[in-house]
């Protein structure tokens, strides 16, 4: 989901259709924007996916913001610079930290599986997918969240630390479950150490392909397959030598050169629906 | 014997408060050594806390140009150093291009400790976003010329058994041949030292800088931030032997559960604590009667030191009476996202040299913590199977069990 800066403060207060138990109203008070992106996505996702009566209890949460908490740097800099030591606020550090945007999805969902934020900066989607893939392969978990986040454009914040105008807070959140146990449409399958076949993509859309994978490129990724309303379709995105990762829609046709196609990628839309992603068979 | 497809350590590289090789950091871990003082780096007149567990320079590693080295943020010097260490130790560093080698680094607050760095020498980096162009694993990575995938994590101070376990699974899946794992943190900045000290997490016993981590003793009053970091070359049992590599451990079990409570605050409930522990160890195929020495993550303060023990007890039940425990925090200072690390480092000295660091600063035990402390003085003992508790904010809960190979 996108949210602008005027909608903010609302979804702080009410980030989506919290199942069970109510969410105390300051729960986010000091959260980040990113965080509050972030859970609203984790909501959307379970409504929109029809998760509402799937119990988290063991899930893992794996969150991947970037550039999280520079707003709020660049206002706490400037106050430490003319207050000092006691100018800093002891929200800072429980908020704008790596791990702060899994904590808070882990608290607000009550997991109790394992949490932890990767990543943070540029390269961040490839490393939490690699990391909750195989999280949620080797540990046996029953699910593992992957929520995404950043703050687009990445824009130079205001001196009193608030993003810039025209600023909208992304958050994207993908239910991964094991593939034996799931029969979403959607699968993710990461390949490591199998170099790709030069020949199924042209060196062009390759380098392309590699380049600039973030948030927004997921999107239009997972926006590609949405929009396929028949066959099989696998859109790739090459990390480095021999890593990849793959999305699959389950269908009739399969084709890498579909989506090392410059033209079509470029008429992608920017924004995506979210439904449930599936781990794929190793 | 272990299994062929087991991953064992083959390699490490540190530098910590105690010393910037793995036989310094034995050295003094089990001489009881503090390597807490005031901080030195900066103005902490007006800090509540004004000490810490701190790094000098960083050494530059043989074959870098110091004057690049130099201009590096002090955390990816710890890095570069710790990386290059490791690999070193390992025998890897020659052929680290003819294997896929992975990097999996705790790194907790990467940007804000860039930002906070440039500004405090007088730049505007957090205005400037056109600057943040690559992350210092992602450099990292591309300088040492390493060709598998990377990632940093973290759950805060349990963030280095949150990367070994990455790298172990990795290594598992086939993903890497060869993984680098641990976890690096410069975190004594001014502001953070602020931060923390706001929060009244911090030890503010100032006047005695060497007394004042004192985990599981009466007189604690907060924990003691410190810089360090541990990196360690991980490759399956089969791999290492075949190389003739020598062996710390083999990294046999692992954890990890949240409390879903409180960003901040321990949770109440013992359970999710509990259930880390107790997977750790089925993991690793071990009751708890197997354990030879329990390193804690007991940082000092008031409320987590007994909540652990509680954990503790329920877990091990009468065992817990003859498990030898100690925590090298009291020592180290606090490490935050490198603590786990650290300790984990801890726990192959153990074993290396069949003695048990001791928890320094002992002298009145906390009746709530009671357990079976190595209070003050290393203490012979062979060790076979370690386990090391890391919990943090955010509620994360980690339990990593070492054995020896």
């Known amino acids: 989901m996108r949210v602008g800066l005027e909608a903010l403060p609302e979804l702080r207060r009410h980030p989506g259709p919290v199942r069970g138990e109510p969410l105390p109203t300051s729960f986010l008070k000091h959260a980040d924007e990113q965080t509050v992106a972030g859970l609203a996505a984790v909501y959307k996702a379970i409504h929109t996916a029809g998760l509402q009566s799937t119990n988290f209890r063991d899930w893992g949460v794996a969150a991947a913001p970037r550039f999280l908490g520079r707003p709020a740097m660049a206002a706490a800099l400037q106050r430490f610079q003319t207050e000092g030591a006691w100018g800093v606020s002891p929200h800072l550090i429980p908020h704008r930290s790596l791990h702060s945007i899994s904590g808070t999805v882990s608290q607000a969902l009550k997991i109790h599986g394992p949490n932890f934020g990767v990543g943070g900066g540029p390269g961040g989607v490839a490393e939490v997918l690699l990391a909750a893939t195989a999280m949620l392969e080797c540990q046996k978990l029953p699910g593992v969240w992957v929520v995404l986040t950043c703050l687009d454009p990445e824009q130079a914040p205001d001196q009193a630390g608030k993003p810039a105008e025209g600023t909208q807070c992304v958050g994207l959140a993908l239910a991964l479950t094991p593939i034996r146990t799931s029969g979403s449409r959607i699968r993710l399958r990461v390949v490591c150490g199998t170099p790709v076949r030069e020949s199924l993509v042209a060196s062009e859309a390759r380098d392309a392909l590699r380049s600039g994978f973030d948030l927004p490129r997921l999107e239009a990724l997972l926006r590609l397959l949405h929009s396929e309303s028949s066959g099989d379709t696998r859109v790739v995105q090459l990390l480095d030598p021999g890593s990849r990762i793959e999305l699959l829609q389950t269908g009739v046709t399969s084709l890498l050169d579909r989506t090392a196609a410059p033209a079509r990628q470029r008429s992608l839309s920017p924004q995506a629906d979210l439904g449930q992603v599936v781990l794929a068979d190793r | ?405």
Not at chain 2, 36 to 61: K, M, N, T, W, Y
């Open chain 2, 1 to 405: 014997m272990s299994h062929p497809s087991a991953v064992w350590i083959t390699g490490v590289g540190t530098a910590t408060p105690l010393g910037n090789t793995y036989a310094d950091f034995g050295n003094h871990l089990l001489a009881g050594r503090s390597g807490v003082d005031r901080v030195q780096r900066f103005d902490v007149s007006e800090h509540p806390s004004q000490i810490a567990g701190q790094l000098g320079e960083v050494p530059c590693p043989d074959e870098v140009d110091t004057e690049e080295f130099a201009r590096l943020h002090r955390l990816e010097q710890l890095m570069r150093w710790c990386c290059m260490g490791a690999l070193r130790d390992s025998g890897w560093w020659e052929r680290r291009r003819e294997v896929r080698i992975g990097l999996a680094l705790g790194v907790g607050a990467e940007w804000l400790e860039v930002w906070e760095a440039d500004a405090l020498a007088g730049g505007r980096r957090v205005w400037q976003p056109e600057l943040d162009v690559e992350s210092m694993i992602g450099r990292t990575r591309r300088v040492l010329g390493l060709t598998g995938p990377v990632v940093s994590v973290s759950a805060a101070c349990a963030s280095g058994n949150v990367a070994l376990a990455q790298a172990r699974n990795w290594l598992e899946l086939g993903w890497v041949d060869v993984c680098l794992a641990g976890a690096c943190d410069m975190a004594v900045t001014p502001m953070a030292l602020a931060g923390f000290g706001n929060l009244r997490a911090l030890s503010r016993r100032n006047a005695e800088p060497q007394a004042a981590s004192r985990p599981f003793d009466r007189q604690r009053d907060g924990f003691v931030m410190g810089d360090g970091g541990a990196v360690f070359v991980l490759e399956s049992a089969g791999s290492a032997r075949r190389r003739g590599a020598r062996a710390y451990a083999e990294v046999a079990g692992y954890g990890a559960r949240s409390d879903a409570f409180n960003m901040v605050i321990p949770s109440p409930d013992p359970e999710p604590a509990m259930a880390a522990v107790r997977e750790a160890l089925d993991d690793a195929g071990c009751n708890p009667g197997d354990v030879d020495y329990i390193n804690a993550h007991a940082t000092s303060t008031p409320v987590g030191d007994i909540a652990e023990a509680r954990v503790l007890r329920a877990v091990f039940g009468a065992a817990v009476e003859r498990v030898p425990i100690s925590s090298t925090k009291s020592m180290t200072g606090h490490l935050l996202t490198a603590a786990a690390a650290v300790e984990a480092l801890a726990c192959l000295v153990a074993m290396e040299r069949s003695a048990l660091p001791p928890t320094i600063n002992l002298h009145e035990p906390d009746p709530e913590c009671n357990l079976c402390h190595v209070a003050n003085e290393a203490r012979p003992a062979k060790v076979r199977v370690a386990m090391s508790n890391s919990f943090g904010f955010g509620g994360s809960n980690t339990c990593l069990v070492l054995k020896a190979v």
